[in-house]
C-alpha cells in the first residue's frame, strides 16, 4: 500500500531534549516536506526537500534541521525543542511534477513541556 | 504570512444541500488544490486545477479558479454527513515549484 509513515503519533518530551521525528515514503517520490499546524494558523511549511541531498527552507524553519540522505527518508530533528514547538506535524511527499498531489502522513502530535 | 485564505472559516449546512468554500491567493501560481482533513488527522487531495484553467469537475466536486482575482472556489454538491471535515486550499508558487502555502481552511459541518 502506497503510504507514508510517521513516528511517533505521539510525543511528549521536555524543554531542550533532542528528538526526532521519522517519516518514510514507498512510493520512491522525488520531493518530500515537513508542516506543522496549529489553530488558527493552519498549515505552515518547515522545510522541503526537492531530492536526495536537497533540502531548503520553508515559511518557519527556525529550531528544526532536516537530512535527505536516502530518497525514502526525511527526519525531522528538533535539537533543543521548546514549548513554542507544541503542535501538530505532517510529512508529505509526491512526485517530481509540480502538479502532483501532495500525500501526507497521519501526523505527530507534539507537546513539549 | 499564509498565502491562501478561505472563507467562511466555518459552514454548517443540512445534508443534501451544497457547500461552496472560496480561496484567496496572493502570488502567482502554478497550480491550487484542494484537501480534506478530517479531524487530526493526515490531508487527503481531493481536486487541483492548473493555472490555465478555469473549472473542473470530479464527483460531487465543482472547483473553480479565477487568475486574475486571485481566487478559487470549491463547491461540494449533495452533501453528506461523511462530507464533515475541514477543507484546505493550498498553493504551488509559479517560481518555486518546492514551496506549497496552505490556506487556514474552512470547516465543514453537515448535519443529517
Known amino acids: 500500500e502506497a503510504q507514508v509513515t510517521q513516528n511517533p503519533r505521539y510525543l511528549i518530551t521536555v524543554t531542550g531534549k533532542k528528538l526526532t521525528v521519522t517519516c518514510s515514503q514507498n512510493?520512491?517520490?522525488?520531493?518530500m516536506s515537513w508542516y506543522r499546524q496549529d489553530p488558527g494558523l493552519g498549515l505552515r511549511q518547515i522545510y522541503y526537500?526537492?531530492?536526495?541531498?536537497?533540502?531548503d527552507k520553508g515559511d518557519v524553519p527556525e529550531g528544526y534541521k532536516v537530512s535527505r540522505k536516502e530518497k525514502r527518508n526525511f527526519p525531522l530533528i528538533l535539537e533543543s525543542p521548546s514549548p513554542n514547538q507544541t503542535s501538530l506535524y505532517f510529512c508529505?511527499?509526491?512526485?517530481?511534477?509540480?502538479?502532483?498531489?501532495?500525500?501526507f502522513g497521519n501526523g505527530t502530535r507534539l507537546t513539549v513541556t | 504570512s499564509q498565502q491562501g485564505e478561505e472563507d467562511p472559516q466555518a459552514l454548517s449546512i443540512q445534508e443534501g444541500e451544497n457547500a461552496t468554500m472560496n480561496c484567496s491567493y496572493k502570488?502567482?501560481?502554478?497550480?491550487l488544490q484542494w484537501y480534506r482533513q478530517n479531524s487530526g488527522r493526515g490531508l487527503v487531495h481531493l481536486i487541483l486545477?492548473?493555472?490555465?484553467?478555469r473549472e473542473k469537475h470530479s464527483g460531487r466536486l465543482r472547483v473553480t479558479l479565477d487568475t486574475s482575482k486571485k481566487s478559487s472556489s470549491l463547491l461540494i454538491t449533495a452533501s453528506r454527513a461523511a462530507d464533515t471535515a475541514s477543507y484546505f486550499c493550498?498553493?504551488?508558487?509559479?517560481?518555486?515549484?518546492?514551496?506549497?502555502?496552505f490556506g487556514d481552511g474552512t470547516t465543514l459541518t453537515v448535519k443529517p
Open positions: 508529505a511527499s509526491r512526485g517530481r511534477a509540480g502538479n502532483s498531489p501532495l500525500h
Open positions: 512510493m520512491n517520490h522525488e520531493y
Open positions: 526537500s526537492m531530492n536526495v541531498e536537497v533540502t
Open positions: 502570488t502567482s501560481i502554478n497550480n
Open positions: 486545477i492548473r493555472s490555465n484553467e
Open positions: 493550498a498553493t504551488a508558487q509559479d517560481t518555486n515549484a518546492g514551496k506549497s502555502t
